[in-house]
């Protein structure tokens, strides 16, 4: 995150409204592209972000689909016609602050970045790595009620405000660019990512060959929902909002679910240094698909649910595709602590996607297990 000064770090989270005085700014997580920070005021918190517009170039249609989102959900929360789970349980929305000054959901500062703020849910917690199958199991619901609620949110309300993101055969043709353009020597960690990805290329078009036969409808999806996008409520552990909805926009939720498996059922983490013994665990996966699938699974088709196992072994591989090709570019994309972050962070999505591969068959089993039973 670049060094910013805590009294530009104050005179930016005043823009926004709030009624107290701010006094503290302080980062807030760890995502690897926007910089987050947390605002205390005399009247409590709030979240600012500043947008890496490198990667979202159209700031605007951001906070577009944030304010489409979210007045589709309070709409949905407010009419009682939710899953009966959101009946027993709270759940929230962070909701967008808008500038003093002229009502805006954006502000841009004086060194030209692009800044949000949004509300804070407060009494919360995310995990990094998960902590058992019961976290797995609300991890699962957190998204199937999210799915859930924006199921009926028509695709084409929402623009695409990163193309090619999650369209994995568009990933593949950028690391054909880069591994020709690079100027990293081939070492032994760059060949090994260089025989998994040639090894797998072939497959990496399954999702989007199945939604060009309309296997696969576009559906609104979130983009990123990753072990800690998930808010968990402190005291019940119960998941109470996802967070970081700047790639809610049309797709495939087989990406979502895929990305909620990968990062869930690594119980090392995609930062572990203990590359070989990085595995994707049937256990947790089983509970997460419990959860999942018992709220997501009245809407989900059979076809639909059939490609799951498949989108989270893709998945890890994107991703693996995606730091790899970061890395090979010079980490642009990516936030990187040191040189060969990128390079760490792929090698650990290829072993676990070959995990999942090892392990399809089981995965299949579970996804059959805990779809919903059918209407009779
Ligand atoms: C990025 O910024 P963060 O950490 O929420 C990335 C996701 C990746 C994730 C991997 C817009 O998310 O796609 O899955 O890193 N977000 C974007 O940790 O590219
Ligand atoms: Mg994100």
Redesign the pocket.
């Known amino acids: 995150m670049p060094a910013r000064s805590q009294d530009d770090l104050i005179a930016i989270a005043e823009v926004f409204q709030g009624e107290g005085c701010v006094q503290m700014v302080q980062p807030l997580g760890?995502?690897?592209?926007?910089d987050t920070y947390l605002v205390q005021s005399t009247s409590g918190s709030t979240v600012l972000q500043c947008l890496n517009t490198r990667?979202?170039q159209q700031p605007e249609l951001v906070l577009q689909n944030l304010e489409v989102l979210g007045s589709h959900i309070d709409q949905k929360l407010s009419s009682g016609a939710t899953h009966p789970l959101l009946q027993q349980r709270r759940w929230q929305l962070p909701s967008l602050l808008r500038t003093k000054t002229n009502g805006q959901s954006w502000h841009r500062c004086s060194a030209g970045h692009v800044w949000r703020s949004i509300s804070f849910v407060p009494d919360c917690t995310c995990v990094n790595v998960v902590e058992g199958a019961e976290q797995a199991r609300e991890l699962g619901i957190g998204l199937g009620l999210f799915h859930q609620l924006i199921s009926d949110l028509p695709p084409a309300a929402l623009a695409d405000t990163?193309e090619g993101?999650h369209i994995t055969p568009s990933y593949l043709e950028a690391y054909h660019r880069a591994l020709v353009q690079t100027d990293r020597q081939p070492n032994a960690a760059r060949e090994r990512c260089i025989a998994f990805i040639r090894e797998r290329e072939a497959s990496c078009d399954v999702l989007e060959r199945a939604k060009q036969r309309g296997d696969l409808p576009m559906r609104p999806i979130h983009?990123?929902p990753?072990i800690n996008?998930v808010l968990l409520d402190c005291r019940s552990g119960q998941a109470v909002a996802l967070i970081?909805l700047?790639?809610v926009k049309p797709g495939l939720v087989h990406y979502d679910i895929g990305?909620c498996l990968r990062?869930c059922c690594n119980r090392l983490g995609?930062e572990t240094d203990q590359l070989e013994a990085v595995q994707f665990d049937l256990d947790l996966a089983d509970a997460l698909l419990e959860g999942y699938l018992g709220v997501a699974g009245s809407f989900l088709s059979e076809v639909e649910r059939g490609y799951i196992p498949e989108a989270a072994r893709l998945i890890s591989f994107e991703?693996g595709l995606?730091f790899f090709c970061d890395h090979l570019q010079g980490d642009t994309?990516?936030k990187a602590d040191y040189p060969d972050h990128n390079l760490q962070r792929a090698l650990v999505q290829f072993q676990l996607s070959a995990s999942i591969e090892n392990q399809l068959p089981q995965l299949r089993a579970l996804v059959e297990r805990h779809a919903a039973p059918a209407a009779v």
């Open positions: 760890n995502g690897n592209v926007n990667v979202f990163l993101f983009g990123d990753k996008n970081d700047d790639t990305d990062s995609e991703l995606r994309y990516f």
